[in-house]
């Protein structure tokens, strides 16, 4: 299997752009997120474990914001009967395009991909939806009603799954994560001026939420119930059920 391209995006000293998913990100994702989120090989390795748990038979799966395909692949390979479909969903085109290379190796007969705002996507019969990282980046004022769509879309006994970086009400606290999770980004061989870079780059573009808000913005949507199930630093993925 051949290695990630290792992500140096930000290792020099340059004018700080906006973070945007071009090819030049495309190219070295896989890497750059395994290194930048602690506990991603957990939690895509569970969303595929619950995905076969809950996909019901003659049902839709979606990823939305799949990028290069981890949670897609990892439902795929975990569900265990043959009657459903996943939409792969992603605005990045350079993400597309290197996931369908992908998909051509697989030969995955049940995946759709889709390149479009995750807005203007509809949701019909899903018994999984996966956010994976990917509400952070949606405009504050356009989650509820996004949220809101997929539970109007999916079917009763269904989950979304949701992870999302966050962020404390606690500002000592939430200073004190900030900090574990640089160490933890330098203990992964970045510098503290690629750590800088970076986040200035997304700063005005991933706006974390505590999960307190999460859960009510949720609840708000008509889910019955979340929790989260898994949370490292200032990262955390939660479930909820339809």
């Known amino acids: 299997m ?53 996909c019901a038979p ?29 939409m792969a969903v992603d605005n990045s085109q350079a993400m597309i395009t290197r996931f369908q290379a992908t998909l051509a190796t697989e030969k995955q007969h049940k995946i759709d991909l889709v390149c479009a705002d995750l807005t203007d996507v509809d949701i019909n019969n899903a018994s999984v939806v996966v956010l994976n990282f990917t509400l952070q980046f949606i405009p504050l004022a356009q989650r509820a009603a996004l949220l809101r769509k997929i539970h109007d879309g999916m079917n009763p006994g269904g989950i979304l799954i949701l992870s999302e970086k966050i962020r404390f009400a606690d500002e000592p606290l939430n200073e004190l994560l900030i900090d574990m999770y640089h160490r933890f980004k330098e203990a992964q061989g970045y510098s503290q001026l690629e750590i800088s870079q970076k986040r200035s780059a997304l700063e005005k573009v991933l706006i974390p939420e505590t999960i307190a808000t999460h859960k009510e913005r949720i609840q708000q949507a008509g889910f019955s119930s979340c929790d989260a199930w898994f949370q490292c630093f200032n990262f955390a993925s939660l479930i909820a059920f339809r």
């Open 2 to 54: 051949n290695q990630p391209t290792q992500d140096n995006i930000y290792a020099s000293k340059r004018p700080v752009e906006d973070f945007v998913f071009d090819e030049k990100v495309a190219s070295v994702f896989t890497d750059m997120i395994n290194r930048s989120v602690p506990g991603y090989a957990t939690i895509i390795s569970m969303i595929g474990m619950l995905a076969d748990r809950y």
């Open 58 to 86: 003659n049902s839709n799966v979606y990823d939305l914001g799949c990028s290069l395909g981890g949670a897609t692949l990892a439902m795929t390979h975990h569900i265990s009967h043959k009657d459903y479909r996943i």
